[in-house]
Each structure stands twice: as structure tokens, then as C-alpha cells.
């Protein structure tokens, strides 16, 4: 078959503009496949992970924006105490938009041992000793600083607060680089005195073998009766609960990335239908001259797996560079949704395109086989 | 033994509610090395003979034996591998294949055959030289005129040395100069190569070419006047 590549390649190009657009269009159609996989992917990997199941979060009960979450930080010295419990990160968020929006920012203050010790981040430049140094210095994502073009040094204003970015950090967790990191004091003091001796939340990290729902059920029950009452769930529910409007739109536009795929079906194989109408005499003749039906069929075939391949390759490529250097994210409520590229997605794309070559040829490879050579060579 | 054979061969068409039946118990001998047009009126039914003998179209019933083989008898996919060896067919209308080069459309056939690389480049441009076409190799054929097409059709039908050649009307569509170099070039692969040759022809001068003539009437295959007989027949 190797020896027939330059036919089926002159093949593709004597009808270049039509195979071109083919191209393109699989192309477009893939790029959007991937871009949806990767909002998929983004919220899966936020709801779904380990460290979503095993910590907690403590919110005010009966609040939802971060905003209007406020729970004494002195909350914390009494859970550090409970059974089950390792550790609990008083952390303040701020954010500049809590409605769903692709370019919130998102504040979280918290102190800087905890934050070195539960947040799993590496700083690309900048360092640490300038974080701690600075009261109001920030610790950036690299997709915020991507997307804001901000580098080490610089001073931003969001809002009412204004911080000097002290590092820019990377992490395994896509989420983490939509973030921005504070101290937790020059959070509570950033916009007046009201919000000092409060936080947002606790983040409550679990001893070995520790039963997340009876923990929350006990920290709740210990608070029921406080100043404020509390709603503790695992960090998986509590962002599965914070993005429910969010995720319900990701589940419905994950049709979206089957229409896509769809689409490249009906585009290829019409192109395919098109080429092989066009060329029912060449067939015919390749038959006359010993090529059999299965051998016509593979020609086919592999014409159609082509025209799929190389533009749903070009689209995964586009595709994942784009992901890669927009660091777009959607967020909100403070809970951040970072589109990522990932091999998964590039993987299930390139599958999809050869799948989809492969079944589009079909049809029209069949038809292409099953010539009668003498009305075939007849034909116009 | 004969090189082709076609034992008692039926073709029949529906043309709506009417049968036509182009051959009807036909038998024909030829010999290795025979070259032999057939002559007869538009729709007698020579191409379709043609067709059978180079095994594209099927047979009602008869036989037809070709080197030995009962061609009747293949399957599909096993028809088509002894065309690839066995036949080289010229077209009328020549049917290079329009992306590929003249090296490219002689080489298509040798594509099929196991055979290396150096080997297949060899026979390519012997097949070429044959045809005078050495210096268009690299030309499409939309670069060339009528007669340098058929040059390369004959190229192409000739390179595998296939056991027989079919020609359907190959200067149908030439001026006579381009007519008198083909059916040169047909004769000199008779001739020189030594291939047995079928050509179907409806012009007298160019089936005088020919060693032998045959015409197909009304169903019927016709030599020096006299109809074609069973081999049985002629031998008793």
C-alpha cells in the first residue's frame, strides 16, 4: 500500500481547494472538541481528585459567595482540637466577580507555613523569603500571570486591593494557577477593619483512616450553637456545590464535542463521496489493470483517513497550544475551573480523527469497490 | 495447446422487455504469438469478446481458458490478480490516470506484481523506450498529445509481459499519422516481443495489420467468411 501513497496523496491534491476545506474544517471542528474535553476535564479533575475527598471545608451556613461567607479564625483553634482532625488553613477570599465569568481573579489569603506546607506549588521565579517579607506581597498563578502579563515585581490593583507580586508559581493542579495567594492578615485588613478576626472558610485536612462525613457532621454539631453555624462538606462537594450551574452547562456542552466529531463525519465523508463519484472510470480502470475490489476499497479508505487525520491533528495541535497559552479559566464563587491541555485530550482527539476517517471512507469505499468495470469504463 | 480458448461463450443484455444476445456459442482458438483483430459492426458485440477474453466482464455461459486457466471459473478478487499478470489492456480513450506521470501510469500495473524497486525502475524504462517515450516520463498526461498517450497506454499494457495484450479500438480517437505509428508500435510488440494480441477494430486498414481477421456477425465469429467451429469439430 506504501507504494501507492504518491497516487492517493496526487489524489487529494488534484482537488486541492476541496480537500483543503475539508482540512480546515476538521480541523475547526477538532480544536473545538478539545476545547470542550479540556472544560471537562478541568471540572472533573477539580470534583474528582484524592485531595478532594479526603479535606474539608467549613462555610458559613446558608452562604454561598465568598463574599458573604464570614466565620470567626479563632474557629480554627477549636477544630485543631477534634478527633480525626491534622491541620485547618483559616483562609480569606476575596474575588472580583462572583458570577460565573472567564476572567475572575481570585484572592486567597491564608499564612505562609500552611501555605507552603498544603499547597502543592513551585515557584518559576521570584521566592519565598520576598513573599514572607512583604506584607503586601502575592504569590500569582502562572495562568493569572499569563492572562494578565504580569511578572515578578510588578504592582497590580484589583478591586480595592493592590498587591506587589512577589513569585509566580506553577502547580500539578491546574486550578491552583488560576489563583492568587496573600498573606491572610493583609487580606482581612485590605479593604478597612471589619473583616479582621474573620476568614471565608477552613480548610480542614483529615488524619489517616479519619471518616470525612462524621468529621463534618461533628464540626457542624460543635458550631450549631456558635455565633455562627457552619456547612462542612469535602472540598470535592462543597466546589461540585459551588459550580452546580456551571457543571450543568459542562455536561450539557460535552454534546457540543460529539457534534464536533459529528461534523467532521458527514464533512470527510462527503468529500469522500464527492471523490470517489468523480473518479468511478479511474477506478475502473485500476481494476481493469488488476487492483482488487479491496485494494480500491483501501485506496479509498485510506484518502478519507488522510483528509480526517491530517486536520483533526492540525486542530488537536491548535488546540492544545492554545490551551496552553491562553490559561483561560472560568470561575465562580471563588472556585476556579482551569482549561488545560492535557495528552488525554490531545489522545482522544487524534483517536477520534482516524476513527472518523476510517468511517467515513467506508460507505463510499464500498461503492468504489463494487464497480462494474464495463458500465464503469463508459462513464463520462 | 492454444493460448486462449473460449468454449462455446454466451453473452446476453436486457434492454427492457428485449434480449440481446451479442454471442451466441461462440469458439475461438488463438495461438501464442497470434496477433488478431476483430472487425464488426458498431454493437456486434466485438468489445464485449474483448472484455471476456482480458476478464473484466462475465460470461452467461461457455468457458474461456486462457494459458490453461478457466478465467470463468475465478472469483473476483482472483480474477483481478490474473489480469494483473496475465493481461494488458489499451484503451480507446487511453485512461492514463491524469495525476500521475507517464513513469507513474506504466509503473501502476507493476505495483501489483512482487517485484523490488530496481527491478520495477528497469522494466519502466525498457516499456518506455519501447514506446519512444523515454524523454516524457516525467510528463502528465494533460502534457502530451493523443498519440503520446496511447503510446503510454501501450507502455503500460505491455511492461508487466502479460500473456496476452487486448487493444479495444486504439486508434479510435487518433489522426491517421498517430494511427500509422500505433499500429506500428502493435505490431513491433507482436513482432519483436513476441505477445499474443486480440484488437478489436472496425477499420479495415488497420486490421490488415493483423495476422488474423476475424468478424463477429450477428452473434456469430467468422474467419475468411466461414464460421469458427469447435475445436472437436475441426480436429474430427
Not at chain 1, 222 to 234: L, N, S
Request: aromatic share 6%; glycine share 8%.
Amino acid at each position: 500500500m506504501f507504494t501507492l501513497v504518491p497516487y492517493i496523496v496526487k489524489s487529494l491534491w488534484r482537488h486541492r481547494t476541496r480537500s483543503l476545506l475539508t482540512i480546515s474544517g476538521a480541523g475547526v471542528a477538532l480544536l473545538v472538541f478539545c476545547f470542550v474535553g479540556s472544560v471537562q476535564h478541568g471540572l472533573f479533575a477539580l470534583t474528582e481528585n484524592q485531595e478532594a475527598g479526603q479535606t474539608l471545608i467549613v462555610f458559613q451556613e446558608n452562604r454561598f459567595c465568598p463574599q458573604s461567607s464570614k466565620l470567626p479564625q479563632d474557629y480554627a483553634r477549636t477544630l485543631a482540637k477534634q478527633p480525626g482532625i491534622a491541620d485547618v488553613l483559616p483562609i480569606m477570599v476575596f474575588t472580583n466577580n462572583c458570577r460565573a465569568s472567564l476572567d475572575a481573579i481570585v484572592f486567597q489569603g491564608m499564612p505562609t507555613d500552611q501555605l507552603k506546607k498544603w499547597r502543592e506549588i513551585e515557584l518559576e521565579s521570584g521566592s519565598w523569603d520576598g513573599f514572607a517579607r512583604q506584607d503586601d506581597a502575592a504569590l500569582v498563578g502562572h495562568a493569572v500571570a499569563a492572562r494578565r502579563n504580569l511578572a515578578t515585581g510588578d504592582k497590580f490593583t484589583i478591586g480595592d486591593i493592590t498587591v506587589v507580586v512577589a513569585g509566580i508559581f506553577s502547580s500539578s493542579s491546574a486550578a491552583e494557577e488560576g489563583l492568587i495567594y496573600t498573606h491572610l492578615d493583609f487580606l482581612q485588613r485590605a479593604r478597612g477593619q471589619s473583616d479582621v478576626g474573620l476568614v471565608t472558610q477552613l480548610e480542614v485536612h483529615l488524619t489517616d483512616g479519619a471518616d470525612p462525613d462524621v468529621v463534618a457532621a461533628a464540626i457542624d454539631a460543635e458550631f450549631h450553637a456558635g455565633p455562627v453555624a457552619t456547612t462542612t462538606r469535602t472540598k470535592g462537594m462543597f466546589q461540585a456545590d459551588t459550580l452546580a450551574d456551571l457543571a450543568e452547562l459542562i455536561g450539557f456542552i460535552h454534546w457540543l464535542g460529539y457534534a464536533c466529531v459529528g461534523l467532521v463525519l458527514s464533512l470527510v465523508a462527503t468529500t469522500t463521496v464527492m471523490s470517489v463519484q468523480d473518479r468511478i472510470k479511474e477506478h475502473a480502470v485500476l481494476q481493469t489493470l488488476g487492483f482488487r475490489p479491496f485494494k480500491i476499497f483501501r485506496l479509498v479508505v485510506t484518502e478519507s483517513m488522510l483528509l480526517s487525520t491530517i486536520g483533526g491533528g492540525l486542530g488537536v495541535i491548535c488546540g492544545m497550544v492554545f490551551l496552553a497559552w491562553s490559561g483561560m479559566s472560568v470561575a465562580a464563587e471563588g472556585v476556579t475551573i482551569a482549561f488545560r491541555p492535557s495528552w488525554d485530550i490531545a489522545i482522544q482527539g487524534a483517536i477520534a480523527s482516524v476513527a472518523v476517517g476510517l468511517l467515513a471512507g467506508v460507505a463510499p469505499a464500498w461503492q468504489a469497490a463494487r464497480t462494474e468495470i464495463v458500465p464503469a469504463l463508459r462513464h463520462a | 495447446m492454444s493460448l486462449v480458448e473460449l468454449i462455446d461463450v454466451n453473452k446476453e443484455f436486457k434492454s427492457g422487455e428485449e434480449t440481446i444476445r451479442p454471442l451466441d456459442g461462440i469458439h475461438l482458438t488463438v495461438e501464442e504469438g497470434d496477433f488478431v483483430s476483430l472487425m464488426g459492426a458498431s454493437g456486434s458485440g466485438k468489445s464485449t469478446l474483448l472484455n471476456l477474453v482480458a476478464g473484466i466482464d462475465e460470461v452467461n455461459s461457455g468457458h474461456i481458458l486462457v494459458g490453461g486457466t478457466d478465467i470463468t471459473q475465478l472469483s473476483r478478487g482472483k480474477l483481478a490478480d490474473w489480469r494483473a499478470a496475465n493481461v494488458g489492456y489499451v484503451f480507446q480513450t487511453h485512461n492514463l490516470i491524469p495525476v500521475l506521470t507517464a513513469y507513474e501510469n506504466v509503473e501502476l500495473p507493476l505495483l501489483l506484481l512482487p517485484m523490488s524497486a530496481v527491478e520495477r525502475r528497469k522494466r519502466v524504462e525498457v516499456a518506455l523506450a519501447a514506446v519512444d517515450l523515454t524523454n516524457r516520463a516525467q510528463h502528465y498526461p494533460r502534457q502530451m498529445s493523443g498519440g503520446q498517450e496511447q503510446r503510454v497506454g501501450i507502455a503500460r499494457a505491455i511492461v508487466a509481459n502479460p500473456t496476452i495484450v487486448v487493444a479495444d479500438e486504439p486508434t479510435g480517437s487518433l489522426d491517421d499519422d498517430t494511427t500509422e505509428q500505433i499500429l506500428t508500435l502493435l505490431q513491433r510488440v507482436n513482432h519483436e516481443l513476441g505477445m499474443t494480441l486480440l484488437m478489436v477494430t472496425h477499420d479495415a486498414d488497420a486490421a490488415a495489420r493483423a495476422t488474423r481477421i476475424l468478424h463477429l456477425e450477428r452473434g456469430q465469429l467468422l474467419e475468411n467468411g466461414q464460421p469458427i467451429m469447435p475445436r472437436a469439430l475441426r480436429t474430427a
